[in-house]
């Protein structure tokens, strides 16, 4: 199903109610390297299908690295988020860092598979033109470096640990 749902989304611009689910297929594009920008711990990367795919994801290989970075943490917070739980229980796979001060950008929205798939949702929740693309390469390679830098600067954050009793 991967290949053929991300085909369906593939170019056209997506409504905001399908960019959970362009997501999910973009996801299961992955085979090691997934990388999420997002504003927020929001519903964008809380759907069911967006977890259950990045579940698969992180269990298919040793190899594969999750990462991904946001502005803010307050829903996930107040409300809980199922992906604190999933980053909780695969930590060598799933890393969830919230970025720097100076890096927020609460336009900026994207995710890049092997640097090679590329979702572009900028201004979620209400994008303006969201859309995936399965071979844009060379955006994704900068997309890819742009997050890099990003995630070196990022923080652990405090309000998602664990405390143990």
Request: glycine share 6%; with cysteine; proline share 7%.
């Amino acid at each position: 199903m991967g290949n053929r749902a991300a085909e369906a989304f593939t170019g056209a611009p997506l409504a905001p109610e399908d960019c959970p689910r362009a997501l999910a297929a973009l996801i299961r594009q992955g085979r090691t390297q997934l990388h999420l920008r997002l504003p927020a711990l929001d519903a964008l990367c809380g759907d069911g299908a967006v977890i259950k795919a990045l579940r698969e994801l992180a269990l298919s290989s040793e190899r594969v690295r999750i990462r991904l970075l946001y502005d803010d943490h307050n829903r996930a917070t107040a409300r809980g988020h199922p992906l604190v739980p999933l980053a909780r229980r695969l930590p060598s796979r799933l890393a969830l860092r919230l970025s720097h001060r100076e890096d927020r950008d609460p336009g900026l929205c994207f995710a890049v598979a092997d640097q090679s798939w590329l979702m572009e949702c900028a201004g979620w929740p209400r994008p303006e033109n969201a859309r995936l693309f399965d071979d844009r390469r060379p955006l994704a390679v900068r997309r890819a470096a742009s997050f890099n830098d990003q995630w070196q600067r990022g923080l652990q954050d405090p309000e998602l640990r664990e405390l143990h009793l």
